[in-house]
DNA sequence: AAGATACTATAACGGATCGTTATGAAGATC
DNA sequence: GATCTTCATAACGATCCGTTATAGTATCTT
């Protein structure tokens, strides 16, 4: 015979609180409703829940036997409501996020580690990729958010572009490099050095090349590609080359007193780091929660640039 | 946010086979019922359960977690089901029976054991007393059945007395004992033996007084008293004393050859094993399994006496 | 690629039942 | 034994639940 859940919790209740006001208290019901629920199972079952008159109100082996049940229930249905109300104010879910490997790996991993030391049951799920295959990662919904440089130009129908950073480039470089000693180094100097380039496919590897041609270059010197971020500085930790970088990515690496930027300007291109999403897509709380925390990071990361450079005399 | 526990079990139906249609059919609900429900869940959740458009139906991450509790929630509500079915078939539950002490020694429990080989559920709880207490245990509820010797003039207003078996008593001693080894032993032979007195407050010691005084004793020359059913026999083991005894209680320990009865014909009390129980109280189907084993167990035990007395000429 | 098929979503409806307030009955406590 | 708490019953309104009928959509087949 088929028992409706909501009575076995109801059973359970008035067995745990031992007494059917208390009980239908405990589950935000008035007393009747209990109390006629109750009696009905009594009826339907044929057989006693409940010692009659005794207070506290003592449950028949039976009756006991059936609350463990719903005790079970219970415990299940007051998960699932703080599931629920946890998922509903971004405490928990999954947040896909997707993003060129350099800001990934120098600035994203990082402040994914911060954002889940307040958000520890928020799962995230990143992944690499450039603009296209970004945009048609989140346009086939299988990222939520895309973190990535993107061109003034570049096409985003039905996306939506939170600016968040600049999107300027540095020359980077060890920070024991002869270059630093020079006062002001020039365009041409850096000709001289061997380059690493950036994966293939990233932005900043046609910004290299713009840059090197712009510099006279009649080809490119490329000594070392296809390395990751990691793979890239730990290069330029041991060799004298140089290689372009976005300046937050440099940045964010200054603790590490291992690589640096050249202090000469070069072209910015037309470009800024942004936070990608679909528009018409529904965002998770979680997902909302992440983008603005990633904002508000990349926010406070700004300030810090900004004072860092008025502080220390940039090109010095 | 409390979510109706039944919704989360349509939801975790659905999840567990692939497809609404097939989660409504293992409820036993037809589709549009369960559908509605998840729409209605989408909706007020405001997060998608379920990928749309995939077949088989792929539940989201945080379908899936709530799913789970559903499941939880979907076994708990089986057992109960079957806990109730089992219940009501009186295949599990608890059956409190009392009883005079001889026959739950010697008889009773034996019986339980037999009774629990096809209802390993059901739990017995046995306890010892005499016809008075036993009538009040019965009225109080302490106890669904009892198993006693009952004189015909026992007040039972509200009991009903089930007879099982004739009240009918012998005499009993060793195997070895001399009075066996008489053709024909007389009373009077009788008063020359020490006695085992049945338990304080049993019939059984009304009866040896009776019986004794109606042979011609003026005062019982009683050895030993107090002893259980295990402590008569095993005294009777060790000496050539006799006691009185129900012949059911001394057939039921032909088996062991230790014990037997005199072939003496001694006045029967008007007193007949019964179960009694509350004419007005609710038993369990539990308790009617028990109460219909007990009694079809006695009535071949009946039918074995019968056949015993026919096959071995009494008293030879 | 287009039809066929199967599954899901929506609409409309009847009814069960759930929860509420009001009130009476029964224990428990002093 | 009187009072107070607690449980049971009644009446009612409304939610929502499950049903049938039907339209829309995805998958499969040839």
Redesign the interface.
Same mark, same amino acid.
């Given at each position: 015979?088929?028992?409706?859940?909501?009575h076995?919790?109801q059973l359970a209740a008035v067995v745990k609180t031992g007494g059917v006001t208390e009980g239908a208290a405990l589950l935000g019901l008035a007393q009747p409703a209990v109390s006629r629920t109750l009696s009905m199972l009594e009826k339907r *079952?044929? /057989?006693?829940l409940f010692?009659r008159g005794r207070r506290p109100l003592q449950p028949t082996?039976?009756g006991l036997?059936?609350a463990e049940?719903?005790f079970?229930?219970l415990?299940?249905?007051r998960?699932?409501?703080d *599931?629920? /109300?946890s998922?509903?104010v971004g405490k928990?879910?999954?947040v896909r996020v997707g993003g060129t490997p350099f800001f990934m790996d120098g600035l994203i991993a990082g402040i994914c580690a911060e954002f889940q030391s307040s958000h520890p049951d928020v799962?995230i799920d990143q992944s690499y990729g450039y603009f296209p295959d970004l945009r048609a990662a989140l346009k086939a919904?299988q990222i939520d958010l895309a973190i990535c440089p993107i061109d003034i130009l570049d096409e985003g129908s039905g996306l939506e572009f939170q600016q968040i950073l600049p999107g300027r480039n540095v020359v980077a470089c060890r920070v024991t490099h002869p270059l630093l000693l020079k006062r002001r180094p020039q365009p041409s100097h850096l000709l001289e050095y061997p380059w690493v380039a950036p994966p293939p496919g990233s932005p900043l590897l046609a910004d290299l090349r713009a840059l090197l041609l712009s510099f006279g270059a009649t080809e490119l010197k490329i000594r070392y590609s296809g390395g990751s971020l990691m793979a890239v500085i730990n290069y330029l930790k041991t060799a004298d080359a140089l290689t372009i970088m976005p300046h937050s990515v440099v940045f964010a690496q200054r603790k590490d007193k291992s690589i640096t930027a050249l202090p000469i300007t070069i072209p910015h291109p037309e470009r800024a780091l942004a936070i990608l999403s679909r528009v018409d897509a529904?965002r998770?709380p979680a997902v909302d929660q992440f983008a603005t925390f990633v904002r508000s990071g990349f926010e406070s990361l700004r300030h810090l640039i900004k004072r860092h450079e008025e502080a220390v005399v940039w090109g010095l």
């Open positions: 015979m088929k028992i409706d859940e909501r076995l919790i *079952l044929g /057989e006693p010692v082996t039976f036997a059936l049940h719903g079970v229930m415990a299940a249905s998960k699932a409501s *599931l629920v /109300e998922f509903r928990s879910g999954v799962r919904d529904h998770s």
